[in-house]
């Protein structure tokens, strides 16, 4: 385990820490060691603020990041920065990327194929009813689904997901070793149970305050190439999270409502302002020109024609691989792997999306 990471995990512990701080702190010193070891003395001289020494070197005087390290195994969570190879890389183009992500489960290259789903935790039939008849083809069709464990659409997007055989992932606005709210517990638990994940920027023993839940959103939006807003109040979180989704240069989606009906004025004036309409999945993936067609069940069609091929087509499965990964998990003879993917590309059984990133063929 890298060394460094301990002291990210700690510094992480003080809520005024947050993802601009740890920009700050990175960009002048070249880990975390340092900060946590540095005298009050450079960090004057490397410019910081008085309220930024304040909270290191109370979390100093507080933690002990080896202690922080235990809690992450007592409740089986790991912890990536914005530094690791594993860090998803299109929460890195965002401009206030969490520093530290915790993780209850596995990032995968194909969750960089994500739709965001929010909406009302008040939803009505027809709010249920459009959630599944939307979300259950983007699962199909292999996109991760992206959304906040909330009661309400949140829970019927990552149940209806799950149904349909499909890959989710649900942000919290709380420590990892607590699920909120209470009352989906089952479903975070049926979550990791179906290979999807639970992923949080608060570090252990964290409560759900009111206020993390507009930093929560911004991850749910950072993740995915677009927001579905299904049913939001005007004034919603839902909202935040579009608006985030804006200023990532993400798309926004909504699913028009009755005039009549509060839970619809939030998606109705997103349309007004320019948001995809949406009446059903395929609306969704033309406007991100992705195939509509489910990527495994593509792949069970094709035929390997030898053992090489078979197990390329296995990573593949899982989502995008480059040239390396391909070589570090098929355990090929560079040679003899660079001659499979020459011949499956030429038979069409997959493509490079350029930079040796290859895909099934859809």
């Known amino acids: 385990m890298n060394n460094d990471l301990k002291y990210w995990v700690a510094l992480s512990t003080n809520l005024n820490i947050g993802a601009r701080t740890f920009q700050k702190l990175n960009s002048r010193f070249e880990t975390m060691e340092e900060v946590w070891k540095a005298d009050k003395q450079k960090f004057i001289d490397h410019g910081y603020d008085q309220k930024i020494i304040h909270n290191v070197f109370e979390t100093r005087a507080n933690k002990d990041p080896d202690e922080e390290m ?48 929010v909406g009302s935790r008040k939803y009505s039939p027809y709010g249920e009813q459009a959630t599944e008849k939307i979300v259950a083809p983007l699962a199909q069709a292999g996109l991760t689904i992206v959304s906040g464990l909330a009661l309400g659409v949140d829970s019927i997007a990552h149940r209806t997901t799950l149904n349909n055989n499909g890959r989710t992932i649900a942000v919290l606005g709380n420590g990892l070793d607590t699920v909120y709210p209470e009352t989906n517990r089952y479903l975070a638990k049926k979550i990791l149970d179906n290979n999807g994940a639970l992923i949080s920027e608060f570090p252990i023993g964290t409560p759900s305050f009111k206020f993390n839940f507009p930093f929560r959103n911004r991850i749910i939006a950072g993740l995915s190439l677009g927001v579905l807003v299904i049913e939001a109040a005007i004034e919603s979180g839902s909202l935040i999270t579009a608006r985030c989704a804006l200023d990532y240069n993400r798309e926004v989606f909504a699913v028009p409502g009755s005039i009549f009906n509060e839970m619809s004025q939030g998606p109705n004036n997103l349309i007004k302002m320019g948001a995809k309409t949406v009446l059903g999945a395929d609306d969704v993936l033309n406007e991100l020109n992705i195939s509509n067609r489910s990527l495994h069940q593509k792949a069970k069609q094709i035929i390997a024609d030898t053992k090489e091929e078979k197990i390329i087509l296995d990573i593949l499965l899982k989502g995008q691989a480059d040239i390396d990964k391909l070589v570090e998990e098929s355990k090929i003879d560079i040679i003899k792997l660079n001659q499979s993917i020459v011949m499956m590309e030429m038979k069409g059984k997959i493509r490079n999306l350029g930079g040796n990133q290859y895909v099934i063929n859809k």
Do not use: H, W
């Open 70 to 117: 235990r809690k992450l195994t007592k409740f089986n969570v790991k912890a990536i920065t914005v530094k690791d190879k594993n860090y998803p890389n299109i929460l890195k183009e965002i401009s206030d990327p969490p520093a530290l992500l915790y993780i209850k489960g596995d990032f995968y290259p194909q969750d960089e194929l994500a739709i965001a789903v």
